[in-house]
Protein backbone atom coordinates (compact mmCIF):
# COMPACT_ATOMS: atom_id res chain seq x y z
CA UNK A 1 0.00 0.00 0.00
CA UNK A 2 2.04 2.76 -1.36
CA UNK A 3 -0.75 5.57 0.29
CA UNK A 4 -0.25 9.02 -2.08
CA UNK A 5 2.67 9.07 -4.80
CA UNK A 6 3.81 12.12 -6.93
CA UNK A 7 5.86 12.63 -9.33
CA UNK A 8 8.27 13.77 -10.46
CA UNK A 9 9.85 15.28 -6.82
CA UNK A 10 11.88 17.65 -8.34
CA UNK A 11 11.71 19.78 -11.33
CA UNK A 12 13.07 22.94 -12.76
CA UNK A 13 11.01 25.34 -15.26
CA UNK A 14 11.76 28.10 -17.97
CA UNK A 15 9.08 30.56 -17.55
CA UNK A 16 6.30 30.03 -19.92
CA UNK A 17 7.38 25.78 -20.22
CA UNK A 18 4.30 23.90 -18.99
CA UNK A 19 4.41 21.12 -17.40
CA UNK A 20 1.93 18.14 -15.24
CA UNK A 21 2.18 16.90 -11.83
CA UNK A 22 0.68 13.55 -11.33
CA UNK A 23 -0.67 12.56 -8.26
CA UNK A 24 -1.73 9.07 -7.51
CA UNK A 25 -3.68 7.12 -4.60
CA UNK A 26 -4.38 3.59 -3.87
CA UNK A 27 -6.66 3.75 -1.14
CA UNK A 28 -10.01 4.16 -2.71
CA UNK A 29 -10.67 7.89 -1.66
CA UNK A 30 -13.05 9.93 -3.44
CA UNK A 31 -11.97 13.36 -2.22
CA UNK A 32 -8.11 14.87 -3.71
CA UNK A 33 -6.77 17.67 -3.80
CA UNK A 34 -3.62 20.03 -4.69
CA UNK A 35 -2.32 22.19 -2.64
CA UNK A 36 0.89 24.67 -2.50
CA UNK A 37 3.19 25.32 0.17
CA UNK A 38 5.14 28.44 0.40
CA UNK A 39 7.01 29.69 3.39
CA UNK A 40 5.20 31.44 6.27
CA UNK A 41 2.08 30.27 4.41
CA UNK A 42 0.87 27.21 5.34
CA UNK A 43 -0.66 25.18 2.75
CA UNK A 44 -2.99 26.70 0.24
CA UNK A 45 -5.82 24.64 -2.00
CA UNK A 46 -5.52 25.46 -5.42
CA UNK A 47 -8.19 22.44 -6.71
CA UNK A 48 -9.89 19.92 -5.75
CA UNK A 49 -11.73 16.62 -6.84
CA UNK A 50 -14.71 14.99 -5.14
CA UNK A 51 -14.98 12.14 -7.84
CA UNK A 52 -14.05 11.03 -10.83
CA UNK A 53 -14.49 13.09 -13.25
CA UNK A 54 -14.94 16.52 -11.08
CA UNK A 55 -12.61 19.27 -10.01
CA UNK A 56 -13.97 22.50 -8.64
CA UNK A 57 -11.13 25.64 -7.38
CA UNK A 58 -10.33 26.03 -4.49
CA UNK A 59 -8.28 29.32 -2.82
CA UNK A 60 -5.22 29.91 -5.44
CA UNK A 61 -6.52 28.18 -8.79
CA UNK A 62 -4.99 30.89 -11.02
CA UNK A 63 -2.26 29.91 -13.37
CA UNK A 64 -3.23 26.24 -12.77
CA UNK A 65 -5.17 23.18 -14.48
CA UNK A 66 -6.46 19.95 -13.09
CA UNK A 67 -7.98 16.67 -14.46
CA UNK A 68 -9.48 13.38 -13.02
CA UNK A 69 -9.56 10.87 -15.46
CA UNK A 70 -9.55 8.02 -13.06
CA UNK A 71 -10.50 7.93 -9.82
CA UNK A 72 -6.70 7.16 -8.39
CA UNK A 73 -5.20 9.39 -10.06
CA UNK A 74 -4.95 14.06 -9.99
CA UNK A 75 -3.12 16.03 -12.42
CA UNK A 76 -1.82 19.46 -12.08
CA UNK A 77 -0.63 21.37 -14.87
CA UNK A 78 0.97 24.40 -15.57
CA UNK A 79 0.16 25.84 -19.01
CA UNK A 80 2.86 28.62 -19.14
CA UNK A 81 4.97 28.95 -15.54
CA UNK A 82 5.76 32.11 -13.93
CA UNK A 83 8.30 32.53 -11.51
CA UNK A 84 5.49 33.21 -8.67
CA UNK A 85 4.79 29.83 -9.42
CA UNK A 86 7.94 28.44 -7.16
CA UNK A 87 6.47 26.53 -4.67
CA UNK A 88 6.50 22.89 -2.90
CA UNK A 89 3.21 21.03 -4.73
CA UNK A 90 1.32 18.51 -2.43
CA UNK A 91 -1.57 15.87 -3.45
CA UNK A 92 -3.56 14.85 -0.51
CA UNK A 93 -6.60 12.38 -0.42
CA UNK A 94 -9.80 11.75 1.86
CA UNK A 95 -12.31 9.66 2.01
CA UNK A 96 -15.97 10.62 2.42
CA UNK A 97 -17.66 9.31 4.95
CA UNK A 98 -19.00 10.42 8.74
CA UNK A 99 -15.73 11.03 11.21
CA UNK A 100 -13.52 10.20 8.13
CA UNK A 101 -12.24 13.83 7.49
CA UNK A 102 -8.36 14.09 7.59
CA UNK A 103 -5.92 13.77 4.53
CA UNK A 104 -3.25 11.98 3.86
CA UNK A 105 -0.69 13.82 1.75
CA UNK A 106 2.02 13.06 -0.70
CA UNK A 107 5.54 13.92 -0.44
CA UNK A 108 5.45 16.60 -2.29
CA UNK A 109 7.24 18.07 -5.44
CA UNK A 110 9.60 20.78 -5.59
CA UNK A 111 9.16 23.28 -8.45
CA UNK A 112 11.70 26.17 -9.57
CA UNK A 113 10.76 28.27 -12.14
CA UNK A 114 13.74 30.69 -13.81
CA UNK B 1 -14.27 34.49 7.41
CA UNK B 2 -13.10 30.73 8.61
CA UNK B 3 -9.42 31.07 9.54
CA UNK B 4 -6.35 29.37 11.86
CA UNK B 5 -3.65 31.35 13.53
CA UNK B 6 -0.59 29.90 14.99
CA UNK B 7 0.64 32.66 16.87
CA UNK B 8 4.09 31.50 17.14
CA UNK B 9 6.54 31.21 14.33
CA UNK B 10 9.01 28.84 16.11
CA UNK B 11 9.00 27.48 19.61
CA UNK B 12 11.73 26.46 21.90
CA UNK B 13 12.12 23.80 24.02
CA UNK B 14 14.64 22.05 25.81
CA UNK B 15 14.11 17.87 25.68
CA UNK B 16 12.21 16.11 28.37
CA UNK B 17 10.25 19.47 29.09
CA UNK B 18 6.97 19.59 28.45
CA UNK B 19 5.37 21.30 24.92
CA UNK B 20 2.78 23.35 23.87
CA UNK B 21 2.30 24.55 20.54
CA UNK B 22 -0.38 27.17 20.33
CA UNK B 23 -3.45 27.74 17.78
CA UNK B 24 -6.97 29.22 17.51
CA UNK B 25 -9.78 29.25 14.96
CA UNK B 26 -12.63 30.75 13.26
CA UNK B 27 -15.41 29.46 12.32
CA UNK B 28 -18.77 29.06 11.65
CA UNK B 29 -20.61 26.28 13.33
CA UNK B 30 -18.85 23.04 15.46
CA UNK B 31 -15.41 22.77 14.81
CA UNK B 32 -13.43 19.81 12.88
CA UNK B 33 -10.00 20.43 14.30
CA UNK B 34 -6.47 18.65 13.30
CA UNK B 35 -2.60 18.83 13.98
CA UNK B 36 -0.30 17.56 11.57
CA UNK B 37 3.71 17.37 11.41
CA UNK B 38 6.05 18.00 8.53
CA UNK B 39 9.49 16.57 8.78
CA UNK B 40 12.39 17.77 6.71
CA UNK B 41 11.76 17.50 2.86
CA UNK B 42 8.48 15.04 3.61
CA UNK B 43 4.55 15.39 3.48
CA UNK B 44 2.35 16.14 5.76
CA UNK B 45 1.53 13.47 8.41
CA UNK B 46 -1.85 13.42 10.57
CA UNK B 47 -1.47 13.29 14.29
CA UNK B 48 -4.98 13.93 15.96
CA UNK B 49 -8.11 15.24 15.25
CA UNK B 50 -11.16 16.32 17.25
CA UNK B 51 -14.78 16.12 15.79
CA UNK B 52 -16.95 15.66 18.75
CA UNK B 53 -16.26 14.45 22.59
CA UNK B 54 -13.98 14.48 24.86
CA UNK B 55 -11.93 18.16 24.62
CA UNK B 56 -8.54 16.06 25.06
CA UNK B 57 -7.99 14.30 22.36
CA UNK B 58 -4.71 12.03 22.06
CA UNK B 59 -2.67 11.48 18.76
CA UNK B 60 0.37 9.99 17.51
CA UNK B 61 3.76 9.96 18.67
CA UNK B 62 2.40 10.93 22.15
CA UNK B 63 0.92 13.68 21.59
CA UNK B 64 -2.43 15.25 22.51
CA UNK B 65 -4.56 18.43 22.13
CA UNK B 66 -7.04 20.06 24.03
CA UNK B 67 -9.74 21.80 22.94
CA UNK B 68 -11.10 24.90 24.64
CA UNK B 69 -14.40 26.32 22.92
CA UNK B 70 -14.55 29.36 25.09
CA UNK B 71 -11.25 30.24 23.87
CA UNK B 72 -11.44 29.19 20.44
CA UNK B 73 -8.75 27.03 20.39
CA UNK B 74 -6.79 23.57 20.16
CA UNK B 75 -3.40 23.68 21.58
CA UNK B 76 -0.82 20.81 20.78
CA UNK B 77 0.64 19.47 23.60
CA UNK B 78 3.47 16.44 24.71
CA UNK B 79 4.39 15.89 28.28
CA UNK B 80 8.51 15.52 27.40
CA UNK B 81 9.32 16.37 24.54
CA UNK B 82 12.48 14.24 21.92
CA UNK B 83 15.31 15.95 19.71
CA UNK B 84 13.49 13.95 17.41
CA UNK B 85 9.94 16.10 17.74
CA UNK B 86 11.83 19.11 16.02
CA UNK B 87 9.61 19.61 12.83
CA UNK B 88 6.99 22.02 11.07
CA UNK B 89 3.38 21.61 12.96
CA UNK B 90 0.23 23.02 11.10
CA UNK B 91 -3.36 23.39 12.49
CA UNK B 92 -5.76 23.19 10.56
CA UNK B 93 -9.66 23.58 10.49
CA UNK B 94 -12.17 21.84 8.39
CA UNK B 95 -13.72 24.08 5.95
CA UNK B 96 -17.86 24.73 5.94
CA UNK B 97 -18.00 24.10 2.67
CA UNK B 98 -17.79 21.03 3.02
CA UNK B 99 -15.43 17.50 1.11
CA UNK B 100 -13.14 17.95 3.72
CA UNK B 101 -11.21 20.70 2.50
CA UNK B 102 -8.93 22.47 5.00
CA UNK B 103 -7.88 25.64 6.15
CA UNK B 104 -4.18 25.36 7.48
CA UNK B 105 -2.32 28.09 10.16
CA UNK B 106 0.99 28.83 8.67
CA UNK B 107 3.04 26.78 10.89
CA UNK B 108 5.06 26.65 13.67
CA UNK B 109 8.92 25.56 13.78
CA UNK B 110 9.43 22.99 16.79
CA UNK B 111 13.10 23.12 18.01
CA UNK B 112 13.94 20.52 20.57
CA UNK B 113 17.78 20.99 22.02
CA UNK B 114 19.47 18.41 23.75
Known amino acids: NAGVTQTPKFRVLKTGQSMTLLCAQDMNHEYMYWYRQDPGMGLRLIHYSVGEGTTAKGEVPDGYNVSRLKKQNFLLGLESAAPSQTSVYFC?????????????FGPGTRLTVT | AQSVAQPEDQVNVAEGNPLTVKCTYS??????LFWYVQYPNRGLQFLLKYITGDNLVKGSYGFEAEFNKSQTSFHLKKPSALVSDSALYFC????????????FGAGTRLAVHP
Open chain 2, 27 to 32: VSGNPY
Open chain 1, 92 to 104: ASSLTGQYSYEQY
Open chain 2, 92 to 103: AVRDAGGYNKLI
